[in-house]
């Protein structure tokens, strides 16, 4: 998978070009918008981190530009600004993702990976059944197990545990959670998630067997798929 | 703590429009001074009248008592005063143009000096005019209006002695005059009534159409608000006193939307400089921490990372407070049911309320629905629940009650804890005014304020008399 980043400040690069890499990602860095369109031209990107405050043009401005010219690559976008554009959020619908700094990596991780899926969607979206080791959650019934036991389960509870099944052996932060299992933007001031998470452990756990679900301090959780 | 909400202008009944008081005045005022007007007209129109008739019967008497005192005493002397007097009463003053019935109008009597009747030339009998002249003390050569009894308008009439003692009077009808007058008025009435009614639908009709640009204006300036920066209120090519006004409006305009994106340049450059290196520092902390994740090393490393995220976190708020203390906080309003918003964050902090025993209860009782930022709202509650699960002692109960009130929604948040501190009390709203046990940044009602303000609504903080905190958040509801 080649990604472009393009991104002004020096520190940052090094960092997104680092952790690409280490993720698996064949990374490349443009620090300027003409550099970047000069990139894009040469060679084909399946996925453009872009950060939004370039020195030498607007980076939404960019982006019009190289779609209208046919580049089909999905963009995830980087924005200093506290509150995100209207044009931001257009992007998003058409297919497109953001991310206000700063963020997480596992965060940038996530995005950019369903950003990389939802470009050529493959057959796990349409599974109905999701397993993890011994957990099986069933979409259609909202039903979920543990081996042959059925963990009884609050509605919202079971998106919880599905999100984490789609995202299993990968790390979410407390923000995605927020975002995609409540649907809101907001950074709370107490530990909310903990709280859903401590409740969903409770439930899902057995006492013997590993656990299943790990926190990462500082970072989240991860549901181990091994 | 109460800031206007601003009302878009409704329909205002006819009778309450500024239009229709100002041509209310205006036609009082006119009519007061064309009714003077005419007071004075007729006043000197009547006089000048009564100037002719008396001048007339002046002219006429000493022709007659000439006569009179000229023709000898005798049978003659009947007849030619008789004559002359005949002769007098067809030259009536009437007005032109008109047949005059000169009949009654005119009459002519002798008498000696005790008052006995020498001669009477008119028509009828003479008794009631003669009597009417006995009851009445008239000087000779001096006109004034006498009464006779059958006739409703007073005789001007005219005395003269002559030098053999008797009395010559010669009386005239003012019925002409009066019937002059009474069609002057009768004029008068009408032009007036008509130029009354088209002067007052004159007056409405041109300041209607002034002030509905007036209006025009205030509909335009009610719309305009802070995510609406743009619009400008309409202006004409006349250059008049109300075009002026809409001028000087969209000149503030400009002034308050160059202000607005000048600070939002720098928040978002100040944003910007600061977020950049904290993103690069919490990038090189989440390499360290991978990197050694196993080891006992890591905890520094996450308390960093943690330390960072309140940073950044703090960062945020406070350009977003004082953002919105300008006036200037972005917003992507839709159309949002607050009591479904408050449910979903209820279910959100269940958990973490149920670990601190507190109990939150929600009554809705009707659907409010409101224009409004979910984002900030969403951010707004979160910032009431940390609020509540940071100070209420454990065991406290929080209700929340939604209510439509008119044009409002009203959401009332009131637990039963210890209640705002005194120390807090006078500046609850102000940045970083906090509690002395309090642990948070001192900017979560600041930031709820700000919200409130930037839609519109107001809020009000007060201690129950039970001692627990209130809050009253009033938000103006969707059109």
Redesign the interface.
Known sequence: MRVLIIED?P??QK??L??LEQNGYDAVVAATASKAEELISAQTFDGIILDL?LPDEDGLTLITRLKSAGMTAPVLILS????VD?RV?GLETGGDDYLT?????PELLARLRNLLRRKDLSATEDNTVLRVQDLKLDLLRREAMRGEEVIELTT?EFSLLEYLCRNAGKMVSRSMI?DQV?G?????????VD??I??LRNKIERRGAAPLLRT????GYVLRDK | MSSAINNPPGSVRTVFTAAWRISIWSTLVFALGATVAFVFLHHYVAGVIEQRSDAWLLGEVSVLSDVAERTPRGALYDRIVDEIAELATKEVPADPGRKTDTTNSVFFIETDASHALKLWVGSGNSAPYLDAIGRSSITPGQPEDVDIRGFSTPYRVVQYQTEDGNRIYLGMSERNDRRVLGRMRAYFLAIFLGIVLLGFALAFFTSKRLLRRVRRITETAARINQDNLQSRVPTTRVNDEVAQLAGTLNHMLDRIARAVHQLHTITDSLAHDLRSPITAIRGKLELALMANQQENASEPIVSALEELDRLADLLTRSLDVAEAEAGALRMHPTNLDVGELIQTMIELYEPSLAERDLQVALYRLNAVSIQADPGLLHRMVANLFDNAIRHLPRGSSVSITLESRGATGRLTIEDDGPGFPTEVRDHLFDKYAKGPQSTGNGLGLAFVEAVVTAHGGTILATNTPQGGARLVIDLPLAG
């Open positions: 400040d520190a940052n960092f997104l680092h952790s405050g200093a600004r506290r509150s209207e959020r700094k700063p963020y997480a990596l919202r927020l409540w809101m933007r907001i950074e709370p001031e107490t530990n909310v709280v859903h401590y409740r990462l301090r500082g970072m």
